[in-house]
């Protein structure tokens, strides 16, 4: 009930915003991929990301999300999508929804999301319920970018997420050449409970006009939320993976055992 009132809440503080939105909240339909690989907490993986924006009248914005690969030959993917209400000079405010299948685990997120832009800053902050086969409970998240240049972002940001943390560092360069405007490179460090850890790099190429990096992320596409949710996943299903063994390794009470009367 406290999440359907928060979305509620969200969604009419948005409405209530578009009479002082100062540009479109997407400027053109526009897309971006990446593909990437590296350390998903101890054994190689890959994944492939894709999302598409696009505008809806001039204060608010659709994105839908997607995201797919593998980790120690386990398959993962998923969808999402934002709604959104946002003002390219000041900050956005939306409602999202994923669901994202790790192996066998399925996990599901309802949430708001917040951004708020100050200079070369950027203050970033999601929050919601998940659902998943393991265990429910709610999520929220806050993390802040730094634009050093117009084309180098560093970002920092921390989620708890049913009782788990995890903290991302992670950077990304656009690099702009004449011949392919939309090229970036980036990377991104995780390290979380129960001693998960994840290091990935990646090159990521941004259809639609052509632009400077911090302009992207503020007039274009906000992130694609399958990021958190895989992590999330991973964490969940290796939790649950933990505990299916420790229960097995219980030993049984021998019969007319006084410690298991």
């Not at 117009?150 to 702009?176: D, K, L, T």
Request: charged share 15%.
């Amino acid at each position: 009930m406290k999440t359907r009132t928060s979305l509620l809440l969200a969604a009419l503080s948005a409405f209530s915003l578009s009479a002082f939105a100062d540009g479109p909240a997407v400027s053109v339909i526009n897309g971006k991929v990446s593909i990437e690989g590296g350390n998903f907490d101890g054994n190689g993986g890959q994944a492939i990301q894709a999302a598409i924006a696009a505008p809806l009248g001039n204060s608010f914005g659709l994105q839908f999300d997607t995201a797919f690969g593998s980790t120690n030959s386990k398959d993962f993917s998923g969808f999402g999508g934002h709604a959104f209400w946002r003002d390219p000079a000041r900050g956005l405010l939306g409602v999202t929804a994923s669901t994202l299948r790790y192996d066998n685990l399925d996990v599901r997120r309802y949430g708001a999301e917040a951004e708020g832009y100050v200079g070369p800053f950027t203050l970033r902050g999601r929050a919601g319920y998940q659902n998943s086969d393991w265990k429910d409970g709610a999520y929220y998240s806050l993390g802040a970018r730094w634009y050093a240049t117009q084309n180098i972002m560093v970002s920092v940001s921390g989620e708890r997420s049913v009782n788990r943390n995890i903290g991302h560092v992670s950077a990304e360069w656009q690099i702009s050449t004449p011949s392919l405007p939309g090229l970036a490179m980036f990377l991104d460090a995780a390290k979380g409970s129960n001693d998960f850890d994840m290091a990935t790099v990646g090159v990521r190429y941004y259809f639609g006009a052509n632009k400077s990096l911090i302009q992207r992320h503020r007039q274009d596409d906000p992130d694609n939320l399958l990021v958190e949710a895989m992590t999330s996943g991973q964490q969940q299903y290796q939790q649950r993976k933990d505990a299916a063994a420790a229960a097995a390794a219980t030993p049984a009470c021998p019969p007319m055992s006084v410690a298991c009367i």
